[in-house]
């Protein structure tokens, strides 16, 4: 501020010389101008002037210039009290928003303390509830393990009695999965055997239902399921050396051509001389009955392999128990055999195989339960309820 004040001052100061230098030329230049207009008297002095002072004028400049410089130095101060001042708000402003922004610092790092401290709580009251789940499951692992270790020790025999049962689930699977009669009444037979081994007067019911299961299984009617398919393949191989039954054609007549000796016949006579003569330019014969039209080769194939397909699918109705099936694929191949086919040793063979299978009964009726079984689950059930209770 000192600074600009005092070139304030230079400047006023140069400002009122230069003015003063310029009243000094005015009035030089009217001087000299005066001169020339008039002339001078001869012998006559010159006047005299003393030359005008310019202190008033400086003073005046001066207190002009003193002037500007007060006003400067107010107008300077004005502008650096509204700097100062502008200054001063902004630092309030910014000072302001810093502690805003501190405080919304702390409420987040608040917040965020707060949760850490809510999630680690949960974390431990889960690990918490896991040590003590943990806890209960090794105390009831250990309590079974003594319960298992009591079972082995005190009730070996209880081992034989789920094993029979075990060997009951099995002949079930024999017989209603793979229609094998004879290994199911073969496990049912083993499973009376471990019964019997324990010894024990209340597995006499249990025995009992056995003996009744193993006698309804060897009263079902067997089926020699292997062989019928074995023959029906025999059957399915012939159809390869199968000929086609050729056209048959009726008998023709041979016409009468004998004169009768009646002389009331002449027209009857007359027509057998016309057609005996005509007989040997022209041939007519008349066939009756019915004539079948020839197969190609093409259809010849279609029906072979027609008749493969029904003696495969009696094959397969053999092994699923489809008696409807099974009957009518043999009914259908007979069928075709007869109406297609040359009647050779062939044919004759298959149709006899044929007439031989027809008729069989392949399905099978089974005992839909065992009676052994429910008794021997429930049984085990009891004991081992009264062995986990301790009883």
Not at 142 to 170: C, F, H, I, Q, T
Not at 172 to 191: F, I, P, S, T, Y
Request: charge should be negative.
């Amino acid at each position: 501020m000192t600074d600009k004040t005092d070139k304030n001052q230079d400047n006023q100061k140069t400002t009122a010389g230069d003015n003063t230098q310029a009243e000094v030329i005015t009035t030089a230049s009217s001087t000299a101008s005066s001169g020339p207009g008039k002339p001078e008297q001869a012998g006559a002095q010159p006047e005299s002037k003393v030359p005008e002072t310019s202190e008033p004028k400086q003073e005046k400049a001066s207190s002009s210039g003193k002037v500007l410089a007060i006003v400067a130095i107010i107008i300077a101060l004005i502008l650096a009290v509204i700097l100062y001042w502008h200054g001063h708000n902004q630092a309030q402003v910014q000072a302001e928003q810093l502690t805003q922004l501190q405080q919304k610092m702390q409420q987040q790092e608040q917040q965020l303390q707060s949760s850490l401290q809510a999630a680690e709580s949960k974390q431990n009251k889960l690990l918490n509830n896991v040590a003590s789940r943990q806890d209960s499951l090794n105390e009831q692992i250990e309590g079974v393990s003594r319960k298992v270790l009591d079972l082995d020790s005190k009730r070996p025999n209880d081992w034989m009695l789920a094993e029979a049962e075990y060997l009951v689930r099995m002949a079930g699977r024999k017989l209603w999965l793979e229609q094998d009669a004879v290994a199911a009444a073969m496990m049912l037979a083993n499973a009376d055997e471990r019964l019997a081994a324990l010894n024990d007067p209340g597995l006499t019911p249990v025995r009992r239902a056995l003996a009744a299961d193993i006698a309804s299984i060897k009263s079902v009617k067997k089926v020699d399921r292997e062989g019928l398919v074995i023959k029906l393949n025999s059957i399915n191989d012939q159809v390869d050396k199968l000929q086609l039954d050729g056209v048959i054609m009726a008998r023709a007549e041979e016409p009468d051509f004998t004169l009768s000796d009646s002389i009331s016949d002449w027209k009857a006579n007359l027509k057998k001389s016309w057609a005996s003569f005509s007989d040997d330019f022209v041939t007519v014969r008349r066939r009756d009955g019915n004539v079948e039209a020839l197969l190609s080769p093409q259809q010849h194939w279609y029906l072979s392999e027609n008749l493969k397909g029904k003696l495969l699918q009696a094959q397969l109705a053999v092994y699923r128990e489809q008696q409807e099936i099974y009957d009518s694929s043999l009914a259908q191949s007979k069928q075709w055999l007869q109406d297609y086919f040359a009647d050779d040793s062939v044919r004759q063979f298959m149709l006899e195989q044929i007439d031989a299978l027809s008729g069989l009964q392949i399905k099978v009726d089974y005992p839909e339960q065992f009676a052994a079984q429910d008794s021997l689950k429930q049984l085990l059930d009891d004991r081992l309820q009264r062995l986990l209770t301790g009883q």
